[in-house]
């Protein structure tokens, strides 16, 4: 039976060469394969390899091979006998090893003439085929010990529904030897499992049986090497070819199979095989009697299962015997990526750290912008604070003139009651002043609790008209005490933004005093600020404050707009970086221009509110006049 490996002629070609001293000759070796070369090639390789690197000169390996053994009558086994013989009458060889039962009885039958006194070791034959008795003196045996109904009894009990088990194996003479055997053996259980042989028919039969076999089978494969029409002469194809196609799991007894479509189970081992021949020819070698070596059969080793197959069948591995083991497993995605899931696990922790970091940081921004905003909203008030203590001469004279208009007009009242027939329209018309002043004192007042007052932005829809008109108009006072001159031109209709107010006055109140200080520290031929209000492009509303001052100091202009910056001997540096702070939040931008001639202009813009207020827009924009 071909069940030995690779790995047991190059284990033994190692053996072999250290069993020949390189002093002494070396030692001839026969090897005597059951199966043709193509077939015994898969040993060989391995063999030549070991054989040249190892032992150069030490050892003089010959391999033939008894491709009549595939065929059911022997005709051709003299002939093949009287080569052999031949061959080796002048150089007689030190040990032959035979591969498969085929070999082990060719050189039985034939050893008389061929080889009387040369020891042989019959190696990868089953113990029925070479019992103690069959031994001659001149011969040793590493036989294996297949029990069948163990076989069987692994099959039923990863598939215990199993009734029908197929058998394939050849024709040739080994082959109807164990279809006996096999059938002997499994005589006991014949009522709890039917055996159904296929042997003695064509290859393609055999492919058509494997594949439409009835429900609960299983396929027990032992060999098929013979001379069956339509199977490879010599290779080992058979197997992969009935895997292909069959409907029922496949089973055997050696692990030679394993890996090639069997299942598996308790199997009998090549590598101790080989292990085991390997020893017994380093001392047959050595100068050890061949009758002295009686081995006992190996058996099967410990389970061996092929997960490709349970999965196929669908056997679960806690179906399985105690201390199997699992072989061919599929590398898990673990496996057969590691390094890129390793490289991916890294990225993602550096990208989870990034988010982190970048959360922590943005976080940190929020705290920051929150604090920057009440910075901002705190130094807005000290900024119009500081603005209206300015302005108390214009705050002044808009109370006291209405309140001075109030004392006269009692006074006059007084005046007219103190006569003896007063006239009651005429004190009408004062109660009316009276009362009209009183509303322009309280407006003043409003105003000036709004622009002081610490009240939370709000957004609504603010007319930048409105902001420039009461701007104006609060600091005219102001303005006159300072011989200079407010006027404004501003777009036809309302051009609504979305904002608050109270910050927008302040932005517009900001830039006219700053115009007033210009204009104030400067010898001009006219003393004049002028307020616009535009439409721009039917999409934004923009407010320019243009002053008739000197213009903005050219190596100042990068800068007028940062945080305490200043020209001014008593100035805080805040007002221009306050009115872009503001404008930003409201979406708009703000820019400063010098004009030709003389003169500075600061302009901010900003989106109009909605579309609904576009819409009702003028049809034509305003002009700056
Ligand atoms: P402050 O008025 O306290 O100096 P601002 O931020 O309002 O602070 O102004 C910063 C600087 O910008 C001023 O000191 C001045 O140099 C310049 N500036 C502002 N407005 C004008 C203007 N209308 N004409 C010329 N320079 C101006």
Do not use: C
């Not at 989870?352 to 130094?379: D, M, P, Q, Y």
């Not at 409105?466 to 006159?480: D, G, K, P, T, Y």
């Not at 800068?559 to 930003?584: C, D, N, Q, W, Y």
């Amino acid at each position: 039976m071909p069940s030995f490996g690779a790995r047991l002629l190059g284990a033994l070609l190692l053996a072999l060469a250290a069993a020949t001293a390189p002093a002494q000759p070396p030692k001839r070796v026969l090897l005597l394969h059951s199966w043709g070369p193509v077939f015994g090639d898969l040993y060989a390789k391995d063999m030549r390899v070991q054989l040249s690197r190892q032992m150069p000169g030490h050892l003089e390996l010959y391999e033939e091979w008894l491709v009549s053994a595939r065929f059911a009558d022997r005709q051709e086994d003299a002939a093949f006998a009287g080569y052999l013989g031949t061959l080796f009458a002048d150089h007689p060889v030190d040990l032959v090893i035979t591969l498969g039962a085929p070999a082990a009885n060719f050189v039985q039958r034939y050893q008389q003439s061929l080889f009387s006194s040369t020891p042989e070791l019959l190696a990868d034959v089953e113990e029925r085929r070479t019992a103690d008795s069959s031994l001659t003196p001149n011969e040793t045996a590493v036989a294996i010990g297949v029990s069948f109904p163990a076989v069987v009894q692994n099959i039923l009990r990863v598939r215990p529904q199993t009734s029908t088990l197929a058998v394939v194996i050849g024709n040739s003479p080994i082959e109807k030897f164990w279809v006996g055997q096999i059938r002997d053996a499994l005589e006991p259980i014949k009522s709890r499992i039917s055996l159904s042989f296929l042997t003695e028919l064509p290859f393609s039969e055999v492919l058509r049986r494997i594949a439409t076999l009835p429900p609960r089978s299983a396929i027990l494969y032992i060999l098929l090497s013979p001379d069956i029409e339509g199977i490879p002469q010599d290779e080992d194809t058979a197997l992969a070819q009935l895997h292909a196609v069959a409907n029922a799991p496949m089973f055997s007894y050696t692990d030679a199979y394993l890996g090639k479509g069997i299942v598996g189970g308790p199997l009998i081992s090549g590598e101790e095989q080989g292990r085991a021949t390997v020893s017994v020819a380093a001392r047959l070698l050595s100068g050890e009697d061949p009758s002295a070596i009686r081995l006992p059969p190996i058996g099967v080793g410990k389970p061996q299962f092929d997960w490709r197959e349970l999965k196929r069948w669908n056997i679960s591995e806690s179906d399985l015997p105690a201390g199997s083991t699992i072989l061919f497993r599929d590398p898990s995605a673990w496996e057969r990526n590691r390094w890129q899931l390793l490289a991916t696990a890294a990225v993602l922790v550096l990208q989870s750290g990034l988010i982190v970091g970048l959360l922590h940081e943005r976080r940190r921004r929020r705290n920051a912008e929150l604090n920057s905003h009440r910075h901002l909203a705190e130094l807005a008030r000290m900024n119009r604070r500081s603005t209206i203590g300015e302005l108390s001469t214009s705050i002044a004279h808009e109370i006291s003139q209405p309140l001075g208009a109030i004392l006269r007009n009692t006074e006059a009242a007084q005046a007219i009651l103190n006569k003896g027939s007063p006239d009651l329209e005429e004190l009408k018309d004062i109660m009316a002043d009276i009362e009209r002043d009183e509303r322009r004192a309280n407006e003043v007042i409003n105003r000036l609790r709004g622009l002081l007052a610490n009240v939370p932005t709000e957004t609504k829809d603010v007319d930048p008209n409105e902001v420039v008109r009461e701007v104006f108009e609060f600091l005219s006072a102001q303005a006159a005490a300072r011989g200079i001159a407010l006027t404004t031109s501003l777009a036809p209709g309302p051009v609504y933004v979305s904002g608050d107010r109270i910050q927008l006055q302040q932005v517009v109140l900001n830039l006219v005093i700053n115009g007033m200080d210009a204009i104030g520290a400067a010898v001009t031929k006219e003393r004049r600020i002028t307020g616009h209000t535009m439409l721009v492009d039917r999409t934004a509303a923009e407010v320019a404050i243009e002053d008739s001052g000197p213009g903005i100091q050219m190596d100042t202009v990068e800068h007028i707009f940062e945080p305490f910056f200043t020209t001014k001997e008593t100035g805080m540096g805040v007002g221009l970086s306050i009115a872009r702070t503001i404008v930003a939040n409201h979406l708009g931008r703000i820019w400063a221009e010098n004009l030709y001639g003389a003169g500075a202009v600061f302009r901010f813009k900003l989106p109009l509110a909605k579309k609904a207020d576009r819409e009702r827009l003028p049809a034509q924009t305003a002009v700056s006049g």
